[in-house]
Nanobody
Framework: QVQLVESGGGLVQAGGSLRLLCAASGRTFSSRGMGWFRQAPGKEREFVAYISWNGGGTYYADSVKGRFTISRDNGKNTVYLQMDGLKPEDTAVYYC?????????????????????WGQGTQVTVSS
């Protein structure tokens, strides 16, 4: 069992930065891949970024590549999403998630079906 709690969202002007945190509880956190997804009003939830269980692999949606950075600290049971160069189209509720299987090494990290555990979300609003 893994429980996830996001924080760090807020209101920021275009071009600004935010750092999201995802605090995890549960003994298997360090053996699970972690993803960030987002959902804007009236839109489907979409993949943002993924980091493998040991931090050795990271992947990003094209829309955030070069602006967002995902990282993790397994000693602190925390995953981070550093968001720079924010744009109004980044406005959404951001969710962190943990993979269904431990030591996940597949390539379906961009699909929600790969994940079993989800946080409650944190709102990010970017004003123009």
């Amino acid at each position: 069992q893994v429980q996830l709690v996001e924080s760090g969202g807020g209101l920021v002007q275009a071009g600004g930065s935010l750092r999201l945190l995802c605090a995890a509880s549960g003994r298997t956190f360090s053996s699970r891949g972690m993803g960030w997804f987002r959902q804007a009003p009236g839109k489907e939830r979409e993949f943002v970024a993924y980091i493998s269980w040991n931090g050795g692999g990271t992947y990003y949606a094209d829309s955030v590549k070069g602006r967002f950075t995902i990282s993790r600290d397994n000693g602190k049971n925390t995953v981070y999403l550093q968001m720079d160069g924010l744009k109004p189209e980044d406005t959404a509720v951001y969710y962190c998630s943990a993979t269904k299987y431990t030591y996940y090494g597949g390539s379906d990290y961009y699909t929600a079906q790969t994940y079993r555990y989800w946080g409650q979300g944190t709102q990010v609003t970017v004003s123009s």
